[in-house]
């Protein structure tokens, strides 16, 4: 008979477990980051590397093909954005002149409705900047070490094509041979989910992407191309990307534009997209098999930041749905990926309104007095 621990000992050594967890995954971000990557990049070549072993390619090449094919993708979405940040900076200088004066009418407005003086704005300003630098610092150093992370994605990809068969039976293996078809229900619908995802991401940023950049040319905003493109890519993060994809273009608008009427045409513009992008393009393009509800999305969102910075923040959603498959296949975490999911029960197991009246019944009833003799 299994030895029946305590509900406070059960709950220390699953926090600490989590602790170590957290800890874990965090001092090794600059090696997970680059592996979890590539194997949603294997996961979504891996169709083409079957199709090219069907048309009776050897291994080696069908996997080196589909790689090239992808890094002629990224290169050429690379080239394009490059061409467009190149004419952005032409005119940072004549946009730093614009943001001086903008801010210093802003200063003599402030100063002339609130009477707050000069200097006590500028040291307000100063100590903000000061405040933002070590944010920059860091989200630069991210992004640096992203970068250099790149160069490992094709060899890691590779590697995780070619040693596919290898990792399965591992997988199969670790479990005993009576879960064989649940460990194989689980890889396949992960498989499934996540080559999905990705796929129907790519349409919905396109889409997305076509929308914003056709709404800013219509506008008259400057880069609207770039600037679609960023808004595109920043609205794969749920509701957080959404608020600076709309903040960059009216940060520009204000800064190239007299009048503030364009920017008021920028934010409902916007909101008509993203009504659009939530109700039509997410629902029948991105999530139709696996759907995680907004409140797990945003706090997956903020986790995968903490751990690994701006490539979390990108990986939290897949990662998410995968606990969830994992979760719906296991009796003991079915409740967490219920938890997890986007289906509002019609009511609670137990009313509140009965709730008094099951922890009364639930006390034990008093003993009958004894009667004295």
């Known amino acids: 008979m299994l030895k029946q621990y305590p509900?406070?000992?059960?709950?220390?050594?699953?926090?600490?477990?989590?602790?170590?967890?957290?800890y874990v995954i965090f001092s090794l971000r600059e090696i997970l980051v680059p592996l979890s990557f590539s194997l949603?990049?294997?996961?979504?070549?891996n169709p083409m590397v079957n199709r090219f072993q069907q048309w009776k390619f050897p291994p080696v090449l069908a996997i080196s093909l589909a790689l090239f094919i992808a890094i002629l993708f990224f290169l050429g979405i690379g080239y394009f954005l490059s061409m467009q940040v190149a004419g952005f900076t032409d005119q940072l200088p004549l946009m730093k002149k614009k943001v001086i004066q903008l801010v210093h009418e802003l200063q003599l407005e402030i100063n002339r409705r609130f009477n707050i003086d000069m200097e006590k704005q500028q040291r307000a300003i100063d100590e903000a900047g000061a405040g933002i630098r070590p944010w920059l610092g860091s989200t630069a150093g991210t992004v640096m070490t992203s970068i250099g992370a790149l160069i490992?994605?094709?060899?890691?990809?590779?590697?995780?094509?070619?040693?596919?068969?290898?990792?399965l039976n591992f997988l199969y293996d670790a479990f005993a041979e009576e879960n064989f078809k649940?460990?194989?229900?689980?890889?396949?619908?992960t498989k499934g989910a996540i080559q999905h995802y990705m796929y129907g991401l790519v349409v919905e940023a396109t889409i997305v992407a076509i929308l914003n950049s056709t709404l800013l040319l219509i506008l008259g905003v400057k880069y609207w191309i770039l600037l679609g493109i960023l808004g595109a890519i920043l609205n794969i993060l749920p509701y957080i990307g959404g608020i600076i994809s709309v903040s960059l273009p009216i940060i520009?608008?204000?800064i190239t534009k007299d009048g503030f009427h364009t920017q008021?045409?920028?934010m409902i513009g916007y909101a008509i997209i993203q009504f659009i992008d939530n109700h039509f393009l997410v629902p029948y393009i991105v999530s139709s098999k696996v759907k995680?509800?907004?409140?797990?999305?945003i706090v997956f969102v903020l986790l995968g930041n903490a751990a690994w910075g701006i490539p979390g923040m990108f990986l939290s959603i897949p990662f998410a749905g995968i606990l969830k498959i994992i979760f719906d296949r296991i009796d003991e975490l079915k409740p967490w990926g219920r938890l997890l999911g986007d289906e509002i029960p019609v009511?609670?197991?137990v009313a509140w309104s009965n709730f008094g009246k099951i922890r009364k019944a639930a006390k034990p009833a008093k003993p009958p007095a004894k009667k004295v003799q």
């Open 182 to 189: 649940e460990v194989g229900v689980v890889l396949k619908q």
């Open 264 to 266: 008021l045409l920028i």
């Open 292 to 297: 995680i509800n907004a409140l797990i999305s």
């Open 252 to 254: 520009i608008a204000t």
């Open 40 to 45: 949603l990049i294997a996961i979504l070549l």
């Open 7 to 22: 509900f406070y000992f059960k709950c220390t050594i699953i926090l600490l477990g989590l602790i170590l967890f957290v």
């Open 347 to 349: 009511r609670t197991r």
């Open 152 to 167: 490992l994605l094709p060899v890691y990809t590779f590697l995780f094509l070619y040693y596919k068969k290898l990792l």
